[in-house]
């Protein structure tokens, strides 16, 4: 018996280009980080979740605190941490005569501490919300954890030890792990105190997602994905220019087609690279985004050169979804991300994804001398006009989906983003579109990077301000240390997955104030 | 900060002593063993707790059972073990896209797979009870648990995988863990297929209670206590011969007592020996009898010399308990042992295991030449004619306590034991109380012990048998793979602890049935 990968799906294994990511894996760093204070959660309506942590007492106190059967502590690190924790336990009383039984829980979110994970129930695994239980027979005892967390608050349960001792915990800490080298963090352009903390969370959660590769969240689902390696990339190039781990999670990309040559949306990375069985339009265009980037970034002609095939493979799978009309037609199953929205109809975004990203294709062509430069630019030709003409409501003077005609966010950003209007015209659809607030709105900060992106594009630095002020500054307001998968200040609970408690709170994804703030030196 | 131990008790610590059981100490021998096959637990009134075990496949097929969120299997592994369980899980479907979250349950009965632990409410700490909880992030893995448990019956649920995959076991087997050599197992005598069957489930009760220590329990407490090693090494001078083993245990007590030479009622083992703070009579007068047994096993007669001084000290200690008419005098607080019988007035067993003990003391005493010799004989000569005088009742020709007359078993059985009546008149005594069957009657199999004992000492073997059959062969007509710490015929479900689940299914104090069936031949 073996694993079953993805039965439908061949997988093509590029075995010197998983040689290559393998070479480019380097030892993790660390850091062992001390706990800071001793908190309580305690209701507050005016909170994300309607939770918040108050400060009880300084971590030095800890020994006072004598925990028996029942009693619990919760301990704050005073900032999101991801790694493997450890802690020591005392006995005070008479010699244990019956083994400790605790729970940990583990929270990125006060709300995590409050509400009980057996109140869970959306449809991801229960498995990844963050709990372990120890059975202690031997005290005193250093308990070191080996499974790696994505916290900043622990709480510890004495389930039981017995009536004849109690315990006290000592020297709670964290072996912080990343691949982040924060001696080589660039130097921030001068900017407001209020984009100086955007910048520091920021940097923090790329900081705390960057691992043996870059990972979406170090909670959930701790992967390689394709659309936040393309933030991240972009948000690293301005900060910690790993471009090594750059290269390494392309290699492993390109390393694991399928038959076809189509690149995975996500890989998972252990017992040994493996693509999921998801296959998404969008992020597949994103390793040619990606490596245009990585490109622009080093200069390395060589890695350009090799896996140019593979990124032009992505071009060729776009096509696929082009009609007669160079449209991108609606499929029936989920062809592509962009954002969390049922509603949202994908063709009008993705045709400007399309669009955008042929016209990297074509720079790196140039640059590569590539006899596909006649064709993309072609595609481009064509895939543009079909937008002009078939997406283009001349009367609303907007982007809509060809059947359906839904306005949405996304279609406009994308639209902007691929540059098919003028720069004072595609402003202009921007500032339209705010005051229309079509119903189809962006839901996560992945959507609303582009934004920030398209406003940047028109030229419209304050509006691309205001997005990183009101929507990433709310986060902050709300305490965030790093920023979080999902937020809509309007659902505060918002959760794709069906409950806030499996949300990540520290996302790739979102990581990107610090390459706004430090790129166009806002 | 430091452990307390037992602020009351000042400890004096014999380093040489402690020094000698150390070098006695020897590395567990260990032996890998596979699960046998696939059970479920199943209601069946007549079985004990109303629970048996019921087969549904060979462990051959444990591949067919592919387990996904809130699946279950339980394991039987066809025998009771003690030691670190492995098994290896392969992931089923699509690549894992999320941690595997299992939970475990181990038990030495089908009681304790087939009710849940969040039931228990016992007053011994639920730390007891056998579970684990795994996160395993990274499949397939080999999951190698580091803690050790007891049990025969593993059930293994999938709290969750995730929709895409589901997994499958492999491998479930134990590396079993002992310091009773099978190699040095004594040839038992010719006895009859019942009896073999008596003698084998008390050899391997005892097996798997013989670890670093003679431990009393290897689910609970795993602790070394004395009148569990007084039991435990008799049998094991008749089975797995580890003399050596029953030196160290001996070593330890003697180098752990109180101020006053006192040795603890019980040691913890780990992280390094320390005696619990419980002081008891009968166990203190143990430590004798466990030497005296030791010598006539071994002739050591170095150990006997050493360890002489210690083990008079609790004939002194027993004295303190007398009153001016050389009666033992009952005590206010928990001051001795005998059996889970909370009505148990303790004053005639405790006088006539003083008797008994004093006999043997006398023996060593003689063999020393020591100068303790007069002083025992004549202590000897006034407890039991203090027990004759105030404790035998004349016209109910029976013992009974000297202040409240009550009639008790235990009483009976001590004073047959101490010998203080004719052969032909404590044959009677037995007798009659067994006709009176008196309120006050026998909980454990360790009491139990004595009464067949002491129907050996009065030369009536049959009737010596007919226990053996009648309580212990209960105990394998109920299932029995070791003898229960607990078993009460008539309250199915008795507990001294609140919970039948608590309750250790392989206890040392009730291995005896070998002792007996190969010293005495039956």
């Known amino acids: 018996m073996n694993i079953q990968v993805n039965e439908d799906v061949i997988i093509k294994k590029n075995i010197a280009f998983l040689k290559k990511a393998e070479q480019l894996r380097k030892p993790l760093l660390h850091k062992n980080v001390a706990a800071k204070s001793i908190v309580e959660v305690e209701a507050d309506a005016s909170m994300i979740h309607g939770w918040k942590m108050r400060q009880i007492a300084p971590i030095q106190d800890l020994e006072n605190y004598v925990l028996g059967q029942g009693d619990s502590i919760t301990i704050d690190f005073g900032e999101h941490v991801v790694g493997f924790p450890s802690l020591s336990i005392l006995p005070i009383g008479s010699p244990p005569d019956a083994p400790l039984y605790l729970k940990l829980t583990f929270g990125e979110m006060p709300v995590e501490i409050a509400e009980p994970f057996a109140s869970y129930d959306g449809w991801l695994s229960k498995s990844w919300l963050q709990e372990a239980h120890y059975h202690v027979d031997v005290l005193p005892h250093t308990l070191d954890m080996a499974r790696r967390y994505s916290f900043r608050y622990l709480k510890i349960e004495v389930i039981d030890s017995s009536p004849k001792y109690k315990v006290v915990l000592q020297h709670v800490k964290i072996k912080m792990i990343s691949s982040a080298n924060t001696h080589n963090l660039k130097e921030r352009p001068n900017t ?308 806030h408690l499996i949300n990540s709170y520290c996302h790739a994804w979102s990581c990107t104030p610090a390459y706004f703030i430090r790129k166009y030196n806002l």
């Open 192 to 499: 407001s105190d209020f984009f100086q903390k955007l910048d520091d969370v920021s940097v923090k959660t790329l900081h705390d997602c960057m691992q043996d590769v870059f990972e979406d969240g170090p909670k959930r689902d701790r992967r390689l994905w394709l659309g936040d390696l393309y933030l991240q990339a972009q948000t690293n190039y301005e900060t910690f220019q790993n471009q090594d781990l750059v290269k390494r999670c392309l290699y492993l990309f390109a390393g694991l087609t399928d038959a076809n040559g189509r690149v995975a949306a996500n890989l998972f990375i252990e017992p040994e690279p493996i693509p999921d069985d998801t296959y998404l339009a969008d992020y597949a265009l994103y390793f040619m985004t990606t490596l245009h980037d990585y490109y622009h970034a080093t200069g390395d002609i060589d890695t350009l050169t090799e896996l140019w095939p593979v990124a032009l493979d992505q071009i060729r799978f776009a096509e696929t979804l082009l009609d007669e009309r160079y449209l991108a037609v609606e499929q029936p199953y989920w062809w592509a991300f962009i954002d969390w929205n049922d509603k949202l109809e994908k063709q009008v975004p993705i045709q400007g994804l399309i669009i955008f990203t042929l016209k990297q294709a074509i720079s790196l062509a140039k640059i590569l001398h590539s006899e596909s430069t006649k064709k993309l630019t072609a595609l481009l030709e064509n895939t543009t006009k079909a937008a002009q003409k078939h997406l283009w409501d001349s009367e609303q003077k907007i982007f809509v989906s060809s059947s359906s005609r839904q306005i949405s966010w996304h279609g406009q950003i994308w639209m902007v983003l691929a540059g098919i209007l003028p720069s004072n015209e595609a402003e202009a659809l921007l500032k339209r579109t705010q005051d229309l607030a079509p119903e189809i709105g962006l839901t996560t900060p992945f959507a609303h990077h582009f934004l920030v992106e398209a406003w940047l594009k028109v030229g419209n630095k304050e509006a691309a301000k205001q997005v990183l002020v009101g929507y990433w500054g709310d986060m902050l307001h709300q305490g965030a240390d790093t920023f979080w998968e999902l937020f809509k200040p309007n659902d505060l609970s918002f959760s794709p997955y069906g409950s």
